[in-house]
């Protein structure tokens, strides 16, 4: 044991230097070995406590390994323990002193007080010395055995720690048979439960290489062994419940009587004092009801009183753990928790990570009938001691403001954030009045008379000067100084530190340029002058690029930069339900708590017990027999691998991720984005290059640079045809053999949902409006289409994959098409179809 | 599955040290925790490079756990709730000279309480007479007979038997059974002076000395109120399920009964208006405390605390009932006591703000601190408790008591 560098940053005046004392000690034990006087015990306890505080406090003592072992001889069972604790922490390294101690310890796994078998059988497991392992055997052997139950108990983990020491002794020896008639037979609970514990270890790590153990995995899972737990459960301790619990969670029941048997069973454990066993049981009985959309949304109801109690009662690590569970199931059924909303307040004295976990709560819950109390609440947070968590409460009303569908109130509470004259509560709310105007542009009128009047001097954040200047420049002509605040900033481009304060600087003097040109004219020179000169690459380009369009013709430069306002109807997620439905089928575990499924976080070999093969792709296809138009198809079991296959879907996550762009930061670059995207799409379909230019820009801005030819963007205008005709076979070739151009994910209005109850209703809608279904399978709250569409007038397809999750009203969809740069358009009227689905 | 658990002061020291399985985790990790930034540093599970820690802090001392498997959170969080509840109880509380001067018997009950990274054992009882706490009464006989072994010679019969919380057969010169209502009132009242949310967090807690194998039933006069319950392992759970009655062979001492909430509750006892007005540089501070619904016994201890907004850079305050405190951390403590007959205690006084600032963006939340005896403010009353067997001389007691929780008022 290294002398750690905790020890040397904070040095205790007591602490010896080292060396000299060990030696000290040494002879002093040495002095004491042989003896035989009275009170001879009491002096060796002195001694022994010297040695283990230095062990503790990180002194290698190793070396007086050879005193210690010599001093063991002796009946006080604290010398004893002191001994076994010091001969545990030293035996790997010295595995040849290790020797010496074996002898003492078999002697001790005889004795006639079942404490001192069990505590030596206990060290000698703990010695892990590889070549030392034969001298195990023996007391293990008897140890399982032992009338003692506490020494049968030590025995069984003695086992585990055998097989891990080496395996192939362990299993030579037949212990994991052994090891199963006891878990069947012992009368002890504990024994059973630490049974059950070392089988499902070893034989999950024997299962990789031998079919027996493979075969006895299986049979851990079997309906008799589960019952056999799941009826004594209540003579386990609370952490041998935890593990049948865990048990229970793999096993797959026959039927829904199953199903409810076992609920019955595990109903009155939501009310153990263990916040553990109770979280391990909501496990259970969720993953149970998942076939069952009704019982299952009644477990939601079933569990919430436990956990909320459970959040309350705690220390607050306990109530962050379970908030974190709370936090994952509000999120999936957001319904279920509206009428609790007053259990996620934030009181002043919880740790910030709670109020953090609390808020999202809160902004997901919000609904029709509390979003006005949750904001009110959420206000009040705004003028909090706490700084981040008032940022944080802020950002939450933004979040609201743009689930909602009546802002009103909304609106009126954020400009009274601005004039609460704190810097950071304007940063944070500038930020959201600019993405909620490109929601509602409708309320534009309002918020720019407040956002007007707010100086940019005051505003140092780089994210809230993007917003202001982005407001700026959209809402030029609202605001009667836009042109001169915009020059007063660009005026003092070279102090801008942040390169994205700087590219919006340019789109906004471009925009503003568009509606108030004589006045704004002179600051976009020198806005594009100093762009083109700007170190940072991203700026200099995009300065190049529109002193390039402008040059080539200032119309389509409008076009571009300018582009008639719309109304952005959703933001994107930050994580794809495929991802939260991951971390929810890891429920209790770490995953929740760092929000991730454990693939993101963990090393494969780290993984653990935890297995996951179930995806959204392992729902059962049935083929659409329904459609008249295309004709009815029986597919060949292979070729349903294709349409389930898994791993075009991880292809997708990072065209997902990528695509999602995280919702507190999609202004950075949706600006520019979906100019490009614009620009794209009529790229390759008009080459046309217009020749005229109506302005001399070199002369404007006074710069030598060559003219470089445009592109015109025209309007994507997409007519699908209604008899399109694809057969499932031409079908499943097109989908393996075009890529991914296109992943989405759109959330569907309550009243799709309510609809989909019948699948084929949505199958029917779709239809009418020139997006026909091939294939389409799933169980509630999953659903699984696959529709194609054509173009009306050429033979160019879209293929689509539309994952419907109903209980997180949430839509994905994976476009795959002959003409990718038109996916876009076609992803856009999917997903107007899709949220006519339901509406009268 | 933990593999270390390591038991660290305030100073960061490593004061204990506990490999659980094969794999050895090195030191090296707590100095990576110390050097985390506090916000990161404050998450109860932290991922590190190399392991995960879940952590616990109790009375200045940090439990620190380190896995690198998957494993149910809230398992190791409870584990350590758990092993810092049995060290203050045998240790008579928590503080790194208690823990140093005790090491020993920490290393002696962590090792009964988890083996090879699983819980084992963690009922008091059960370890109490595994390993023998270091009281005053053994160090006493250790000095006369010379004897200072702090094991006991026979080993726990309870841990095979039936009813793992209990001891086998007790006995006692007198039988006595207490049973303590224990409540605390979580409140927040908003800017607006409106109660936003207002909820009782209760427990039943129980001290049995029983002889014997004692069945005892307790029941409630109005068991409705109560909107969740947990129960200990020792309650059953048919009768509760039929009649509402907590039928259980008690453990032997002092233990949790159940624990419940009561939501929905219409009034706090006390009402506590704030006001500030700011002009010009200065803030004008006054807050009244008064009785809103008189419980019927009286309210003690009343305290208010709030933390005085940074930007203030002095304070005058002062009270006509009590004494006002303000500590360097700027938190000021109105200690009140109990409501006077004659007056209504009123704080007053007024916050200078630094040079610059016109008024006080930032709003104080008050604390507020109570305790009533004798009453449990959600209306919980017990019944009766019955024993099925009536030993000699018994004595059954009762009492009740609430107390603030988290009580805010927010201006």
Redesign the interface.
Known sequence: ??P????A??P?PSQPSGKSEVTDLKSQLRQLAGSRAP?VD?SK?DLF?KV??YM???IDVSSVFGEMVMCSATS???LK??CY?YV??YA?GNPDLSLLTINFLQRDCKDE???IRG?AL?SLCSL?VPNLVEYLLGPLGSGLKDN???VR??AV?GV??LY??SASTCIDAEFPATLKSLMLHDS???VVA?CL?ALQEIWSLEASHSEEACREKESLLSKPLIYYFLNRI??F???AQ??IL?LAVKYVPSDSNDIFDIMNLLE?RL??????V???TVKVFLQLTLSMTDVHQQVYERIK??L???V???????S???L??LHLLVVRAPFIFASDY?HF?C???????VKKLKLEMLTAIANESNTY?IV??LC?YA???DI?IARESIRAVGKIALQQYDVNAIVDRLLQFLE???DYVTAETLVLVKDLLRKHPQWSHDCISVVGGISSKNIQEPKAKAALIWMLGEYAQDMSDAPYILENLIENWEEEHSAEVRLHLLTAAMKCFFKRAPETQKALGIALAAGIADFHQDVHDRALFYYRVLQHDVHVAERVVSPPQQAVSAFADTQSSEIKDRIFD?F???????QKP?YM??DKE?????EFSDEIGNIPITPETSSDIVPAQQYEANDKDLLLSTDEKDDNKGLSSNNGSAYTAPYENSNISSQMQELAISGPATSATTTQSSFDFDDLLGLGLTAAPAPTPSPPLLKLNPRASLDPRAFQQKWRQLPISLTQEFSVNPQGIAALTVPQSLIKHMQSHSIHCIASGGQAPNFKFFFFAQKEAEPSDYLTECIINSSSAKAQIKVKADEQSTSQAFATVFETALSKFGMP | MLQCIFLLSDSGEVMLEKQLTGHRVDRSICDWFWDQADSFKSLPVIASPTHYLFQMVRDGITFLACTQVEMPPLMAIEFLCRVADVLSDYLGGLNEDLIKDNFIIVYELLDEMIDNGFPLTTEPNILREMIAPPNLVSKMLSVVTGNASNVSDTLPSGAGSCVPWRPTDPKYSSNEVYVDLVEEMDAIVNRDGELVKCEIYGQVQMSSQLTGFPDLTLSFANPSVLEDMRFHPCVRFRPWESHQVLSFVPPDGQFKLMSYRVKKLKNTPLYVKPQITSDSGTCRVSVLVGIRSDPGKTIESITLSFQIPHCVSSADLSSNHGTVTILSNKTCTWTIGRIPSDKTPCLSGTLALETGLERLHVNPTFKVGFKIMGIALSGLRIEKLDLKTIPPRLYKGFRAQTRAGEFDVRL
């Open positions: 044991m290294a750690p560098a905790a020890s940053r904070y205790s009170g009491d306890r406590k283990i505080s503790t406090i990180g006080d069972i604290v323990k002191m604790l545990g922490n790997k007080d079942p404490m505590l206990r892990r003692n139950s506490y108990t030590i983990t585990l720690k891990h020491i002890d609970a504990q630490n514990a209540k003579e301790n609370e952490w935890c593990l865990e009155d009310q153990h004092a263990n916040g553990a109770v979280l391990a009183s436990p909320l109690t459970l309350s009662s705690g220390s607050p690590e306990q962050y753990a379970i974190s569970h007053k307040y009181q002043y004295n919880e740790p910030s990570y109390e009110t609440e009040e003028a909090n001691v981040e609460m004259e704190k890891e209790n575990s770490l995953s929740v708590i760092y454990s976080f963990t780290h993984r653990g017990p935890f």
